[in-house]
């Protein structure tokens, strides 16, 4: 990439094309856990440069504010959640969750001041664990519509979370990154003569001992569709092991799933230089628990992240790598699969210099996520339409990743597909065709 290229790829805040394409998408702003009690304490929230607060009021509605009281700019973090409202404690103006004034405390009595004040807040729904927001123009904002980990009311879910102190394409690319898995997850992912992947709540084994997959791209509507083709351990002859992974723009990753559970990571833009991870099991009849996921992953509250949901180990503390371990056998010494994806996101600096990097083969799903991404931000610059905004639209809901070992004969880009997903993107090939004829 071009120094210009990767500052389009890697920008969100401002007027920042990329940052525009995220303002028409709804978000996950945080977990429906930081803000469970009504009239509880207020949580900071940092989304695409801005800093707010999210707070549940009395009668259990969840507001997304901007952090700063209208009045002197004190923090509105500190305030007072009571009576369906956030107070102040500079001066008392108090604001419900749509950023209505309801009181001025320190203003006369017969002023209408308070009718003129608003706090700027964003529209929010909860749904699968999470308080979801919508950050673009309200004229522009799409009904919500339920994400891909989420496509009943009562899917199971587990999610966990973690800042990092890098930005969110690096994020991404690392998921898209199949090749990886072998070498940094050695620990984790572990060769063995099953059917398809497996967890057994500790190491998740696949069966396949090649290292080095072969790649294909297929771009969609949403994002796109990728491949990683490996040699099985059983009938290499006339199968493969096959792996696809959906990238939903812009920050959605559903990785292929093992046989307890779907595995679906989102990463969101603090701002330019940090972001936030969320990795959810979801969907299975093993679905672990809250705890038992976090305790795997090694991001549970209180013992691997803090209360703000900030890592324990890290660059400070050499991410508590343990090279003892690694003489005894372990491939990194890093415990946890996500702490390990985090050495390499923050070791390559806030915003990677991607024009210094020399790609390979198995980089081809990131060359063109970037490619994707690049081109979506130019065309949202140019004033069109953020990409996976356009109708016919498939909803994410309907979307799957796909693994297992198949027959040479089938076609990879088929697997996993829904019928909604066949039959909506027969519905937009048929558009594009109708446009190219009329052009």
């Not at 209208?70 to 604001?95: M, T």
Request: one cysteine or more; proline letters at 6%; charged letters at 25%.
């Amino acid at each position: 990439m071009t120094p210009e290229e990767n500052e389009l790829l890697a920008r969100v805040e401002g007027n920042a094309p990329m940052g525009q394409i995220f303002r028409r998408h709804w978000m996950p702003a945080c977990l429906s856990e930081e803000v469970a009690e009504p009239d509880g304490d207020p949580v900071r929230v940092r989304l695409l440069g801005e800093n707010l607060v999210a707070f549940r009021d009395s009668d259990g509605r969840v507001g997304l504010v901007d952090e700063h009281c209208p009045h002197r700019r004190a923090s509105l973090f500190y305030g007072r959640n009571e009576e369906a409202g956030l107070r102040c404690l500079y001066h008392g103006w108090k604001f419900d969750v749509e950023g209505n004034c309801l009181e001025m405390a320190s203003e006369p009595a017969e002023s209408s001041f308070c009718d003129k004040v608003k706090l700027k807040s964003y529209p929010v729904v909860e749904r699968g664990g999470f308080v979801w927001t919508y950050m673009g123009p309200r004229e522009t904002m799409p009904a919500f519509d339920p994400p891909v980990i989420s496509p009943a009311p009562d899917t199971p879910i587990s999610t966990t979370k973690v800042i990092v102190e890098a930005n969110w394409a690096q994020l991404v690319e690392g998921s898209l990154d199949s090749a990886h898995t072998s070498h940094l997850h050695a620990d984790e992912f572990r060769p063995a003569p099953v059917a398809s992947a497996e967890s057994d709540g500790k190491t998740w084994q696949r069966p396949s001992t090649d290292k080095s997959p072969r790649l294909f791209v297929d771009r969609t509507s949403f994002g796109m569709r990728y491949a990683a083709i490996r040699r099985p351990i059983k009938d290499a002859a006339t199968h493969e092991y096959v792996r696809t992974t959906l990238y939903i723009a812009p920050y959605t990753v559903h990785i292929p799933p093992n046989n307890r559970h779907e595995l679906t990571a989102m990463f969101l833009p603090r701002d330019d230089n940090s972001g936030i991870l969320y990795l959810s099991a979801w969907g299975g009849k093993q679905t672990p628990s809250l705890a038992e996921w976090r305790e795997f992953i090694r991001l549970q509250v209180g013992i691997d992240v803090d209360a703000g949901y900030r890592n324990l180990r890290n660059r400070g503390n050499d991410y508590l790598q343990d090279r003892k371990a690694m003489k005894l056998g372990s491939m990194s010494g890093i415990k946890g699969i996500i702490n390990q994806d985090i050495f390499t996101f923050e070791t390559m600096g806030s915003i990677a210099q991607r024009h210094r990097e020399r790609l390979g083969a198995s980089d081809l799903a990131i060359v063109e996520f970037r490619k994707l991404m690049v081109e979506a931000a130019r065309t949202v610059a140019a004033g069109g339409p953020a990409i996976g905004t356009t109708q016919p639209r498939i909803p994410h809901a309907e979307l799957r990743s796909f693994e297992g070992v198949v027959a040479k004969s089938l076609d990879w880009r088929e697997l996993g597909k829904t019928a909604t997903e066949i039959e909506i993107t027969r519905q937009q090939e048929a558009a594009a065709g109708r446009k190219s004829a009329a052009e």
